[in-house]
């Protein structure tokens, strides 16, 4: 069973048109991460949230914004999107902030600009 | 600068051969995690090592914490065509210990 679902799988978006890419997950868990992976490179923190604790990068670009409304969804909005920003978006979580705990990844989101 | 150093970058072996892949740091880190990803999927945490020291066995895969916390190596022995991916390296920093941040891995590629 899927515990962290990303919608969509693939997503298509013209350059500079607002998208939105959402993450749920069903563990329950207090800590949600987003990362961008470009084409076979290490996953790059954008931000993450502690329960309602936001806690941006300092080099994840205004442009990337994030909504956590409860504890189960996530959302990556990118308010205008540039040929740089095609990539993979992918969510994980985590149960706790400290220690050890392992991070449940979706299965990522697929972003190309047109 | 990154803060977990992968080397190589690149591994293309054939079946059967061993193989090590390094993660290295300055800093010293309460844990580490080795995730192996394939194209088009997230990452799935092989596991994570805590100890100073520690040795972990998973089937053919051996991972080993160095004695400082500063570094970590995955050993593949008899690689097979199934053990191609990215492997990755990962640990917690910031003021909480809760942003999880990753070296930036190794591809490996098994030739049958």
Redesign the interface.
Same mark, same amino acid.
């Given at each position: 069973d899927a515990m /962290?679902i990303q919608n969509p799988r693939y997503q298509v978006t013209q350059f500079g048109k607002p998208v939105t890419l959402s993450c749920s997950q069903t563990l329950n868990h207090n /800590?949600m991460?987003w990362y961008q992976q470009k084409s076979? #490179?290490?996953?790059? !923190?954008l931000f993450?949230y502690?329960d309602k604790d936001f806690?941006n990068e300092a080099d994840t670009p205004d442009n990337f914004q994030s909504r956590r409304p409860n504890t189960s969804f996530c959302f990556l909005d990118i308010r205008s999107p540039g040929l740089g920003d095609a990539a993979m978006y !992918?969510c994980?979580t985590?149960r706790? @902030?400290?220690?050890?705990t392992?991070?449940?990844?979706? #299965?990522?989101t @697929?972003l190309t600009v047109v | 600068t990154q803060l977990l150093e992968q080397s190589p970058q690149f591994l293309s072996i054939q079946e059967g051969e061993n193989l090590t892949v390094y993660c290295n740091s300055s800093s010293v880190f309460s844990s580490l995690q080795w995730y192996r990803q394939e194209p088009g999927e997230g990452p799935v945490l092989l596991v994570t090592v805590v100890t100073g020291g520690e040795v972990k066995k998973l089937k053919r895969l051996t991972f080993q914490f160095g004695d400082a916390r500063k570094d970590s190596s995955l050993h593949i022995t008899a690689a097979q065509p199934g053990d191609t991916g990215l492997y990755l390296c990962a640990g917690k920093r910031g003021e909480y210990g809760n942003k999880l941040v990753f070296g930036a891995g190794t591809i490996l590629r098994v030739k049958s």
């Open positions: /962290v /800590v991460y076979s #490179q290490a996953p790059k !923190l993450h502690y806690n !992918l994980a985590s706790d @902030r400290t220690g050890p392992e991070a449940f990844f979706g #299965q990522g @697929r | -």
